[in-house]
């Protein structure tokens, strides 16, 4: 079944990397339900980024993804969270230019957290985050009519 997930271009990659992302998105079967460029209201970022508060490297990341406009936007497509993850690659750029050489990291990363991308880790963290900055967007694909 057809599901959705949120996806970030973050302040190292928007907009410089921007038309490439999308060029990529497009080949790799997505629809692109919605998009829009903003910046992070801090409270905003942290309530994003709630589950790492207690990680060391929280207050980076927070302040750096406030910092700049980004590219927000939602994909739909079969199995959609796992195959964004997959294009987007591993989190670290270094380990994503070993393990995934094609992947958006691995080309457009530098170092964590500057890694270009985000993407939800599930569909409860998908809905969650569609929810969060596209309040009037379904977090789920509306159902097929008969
Ligand atoms: P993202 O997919 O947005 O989810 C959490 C983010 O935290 C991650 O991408 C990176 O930007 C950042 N991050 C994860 N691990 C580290 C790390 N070890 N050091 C710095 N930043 C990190």
Known sequence: RPERTLGLIKPDGYPVHKEDIFARIKTAGFEVVCEKEFTFDRKVAET???EHK??????????????????????????????????MGPTNPQKAREEAPD???????????????????????AQREITLLFPDVSP??????Q
């Open 48 to 50: 994003f980024y709630q």
């Open 103 to 125: 992947s958006l990291r691995a080309l457009f990363g530098s170092e964590a957290p500057r890694n270009a991308v985000h993407g939800s880790d599930s569909q409860q963290s």
């Open 54 to 87: 207690e990680r060391p490297f929280y207050e980076e990341l927070v302040t750096w993804m406030s910092s700049a406009p980004i590219s927000a936007f939602v994909l739909e497509k079969v199995g959609a969270v796992r195959a964004w993850r997959d294009l």
């Open 140 to 145: 789920v694909p509306p159902k097929p009519t």
